[in-house]
């Protein structure tokens, strides 16, 4: 079955670029309508939604990051990547990789759920 | 954004305990809604989708329900395993957003 990876810097300085990328195994990236996303969960706290993209290179940002994200794909690599610039402490978190899967389509459109996702990996944004 | 609230925030259960957790959307989602279950150390993991399926391999013991802004997880009779973090997630529109969690601990 699908399984995801991600891997990176675990340490990163504060104004500094993050970059995570995240290899699918088990099966190609570019099969069926997916998107990929990006979550990431400080310690002891909820989850945040960062962003997703499609084999088309369709996208979808959370603006509470402020245009401080971009999300690639490489399919030739059945890889999809994060770039975080400007990082703060605030951005120290556990990130996860994720499959975005199209359920039902309903009258907004399909209903989107995560049905694959990564272990995570720390990033700590630190001098 | 579309804000996320459970109740409540912590419970706690003893074994074979029916159990439910309420998640409340700020507006009206239909039924994009999901459910995760997170246990420490670990990435989460689907149980329901589209407000009431449940995701292949999850125990039937897990039941979801609701529509519009009001929904509900139910553990009909809670496990040992069953022991964890459970999010809600909304699909309705991006940014998708989460609540903030309800933990489940044994009494």
């Known amino acids: 079955q699908v399984q995801l990876q991600e891997t990176g810097p675990g340490l990163v300085k504060p104004s500094q670029t993050l970059s995570l990328t995240c290899t699918v195994s088990?099966?190609?990236?570019?099969?069926?309508?997916?998107?990929w996303s990006w979550i990431r969960q400080p310690a002891g706290k909820g989850l945040e939604w960062i962003g997703r993209?499609?084999?088309?290179?369709?996208?979808d940002y959370n603006p509470s990051l402020k245009g401080r994200v971009t999300i690639s794909i490489d399919t030739s690599r059945n890889q999809f990547s994060l770039k975080q610039t400007s990082v703060t402490a605030a951005d120290t978190a556990v990130y996860y990789c994720?499959?975005?899967?199209?359920?039902?389509?309903?009258?907004?459109?399909?209903?989107?759920?995560?049905?694959?996702w990564g272990k995570g990996t720390t990033v700590t944004v630190s001098s | 954004d579309i804000q996320m609230t459970q109740s409540p925030s912590s419970l706690s259960a003893s074994v074979g305990d029916r159990v439910t957790i309420t998640c409340r959307a700020s507006q009206s989602i239909s039924t994009y809604l999901n459910w995760y279950q997170q246990k420490p150390g670990k990435a989460p993991k689907l149980l329901i989708y589209?407000?009431?399926s449940l995701q292949s391999g999850v125990p039937s013991r897990f039941s979801g329900s609701g529509f519009g802004t009001d929904f509900t997880l139910t553990i009909s009779s809670l496990q040992p395993e069953d022991f964890a973090t459970y999010f809600c997630?909304?699909?309705?529109?991006?940014?998708?957003?989460f609540g903030q969690g309800t933990k489940a601990e044994i009494k």
């Open positions: 994720a499959r975005d899967a199209p359920g039902r389509e309903g009258y907004n459109g399909y209903n989107y759920y995560m049905d694959v």
């Open positions: 088990g099966g190609s990236i570019s099969s069926g309508s997916y998107y």
């Open positions: 589209t407000a009431s």
């Open positions: 997630q909304q699909s309705y529109t991006t940014p998708w957003t």
């Open positions: 993209i499609d084999t088309s290179e369709g996208t």
